[in-house]
């Protein structure tokens, strides 16, 4: 039996359908240009510039590989990775658990609900560099920080040193070992561990990333069906047993967004490091975003714009294999919730 197949006619040979469409393109011809000329336009002359030796002053110059070659051989550049791989395995899940514990206590109906919400997600919506200036004064060797710990211990007898938060070199590895009596030389950097300066950053971080990401799961746990948690109960299920078998499961979508945009997040650091740290103590809190800044314009030496969008693509295509693999991983059974 033949089945009867009608060709589609093309729209624009209908001149309503013809106006229509011109209409619609005319309507976002904005967007559609500037997304060319910024977007598309700037990221094809940055794969240029990637391949040339440009220092904004003179034409660029024909390198090939050379800029890539040189930002892997960096050890600057291999620090900053390091410094960087550090921050995103610390803070990332960090952020998250608490994201999450936010979002579940104040989900639940208690009073002065609306305020508690207001007051943890307050962080998020201040400016990173006015938090910046803040966590410095708290950071201060003489500052509050230092000043708590000091009476908080002294009341129970224990004495406590003052620490240079923010120009302290020492790795949380290193500490270890030094407790029992070892240590870990310089030229073994890498095995030193995040440094105490980086995890004080890593600590602002969370505070002020943590309400973002709970309001998202705040939103996401009032999807989930009561009648899920009522015959729960009703089989004898614990709030425990409800949160593992239940809660975590059906947020697993939205749990992988998070992990994804906070791993993109944590590998973009930049305003801390800048306002903060410069990347000292001892290139500790080097990042690969503040050494783009530096080489592209040259505030520790000549421009190289090659060399800083060698670095940016790279860093690019290790953000891309990392929420690849995040995402093969999170994703698995997600599509049933």
Known sequence: MAVMTQKRRSPW??????REALAAYAFISPYLITTLIFTVGVIAFAVYISFTHYNLYSSPEWVGLQNYVEAITKEDFRRGLVNVGWYVLIVVPTQTALAILLAVLLNTPIRGQQFFRTIFYGPSVTSSVVISMIFWWLYLKTGFLNLFLTRALGLVGVSFKTINW??????????????????????????????????????????????????????????????????????????????????????RPIILLVVVLGTIGTFQIF???????????????????????????????????????????????????FTFIQRRLIERGTEQY
Not at 13 to 18: F, L, N
């Open 13 to 18: 040979r209908d001149p309503r359908k013809r």
């Open 166 to 251: 923010l120009n302290d070199p020492r790795g949380l590895f290193q500490l270890i070992v030094q407790l029992f009596g070892g240590d870990i030389p310089t030229q073994y950097w890498y095995l030193r561990g995040p440094s105490i300066t980086w995890m004080a950053i890593m600590f602002q971080n969370i505070f002020t990333t943590a309400p973002t990401f709970m309001v998202m799961f705040l939103a996401a746990l009032q999807d989930i069906p009561l009648a899920l948690y009522e015959a729960a109960a009703i089989d004898g299920a614990n709030k425990r047993q409800q949160f593992w078998k239940i809660t975590l499961p059906m947020l």
């Open 271 to 321: 305003d801390q490091v800048k306002i903060l740290t410069g990347g000292g103590p001892l290139k500790t809190t080097l990042t690969p975003v503040f050494l783009i800044y530096r080489d592209a314009l040259g505030t520790t030496g000549p421009p190289r714009m090659g060399l800083a969008a060698a670095m940016a693509f790279l860093l690019a295509a290790i953000i891309f294999v």
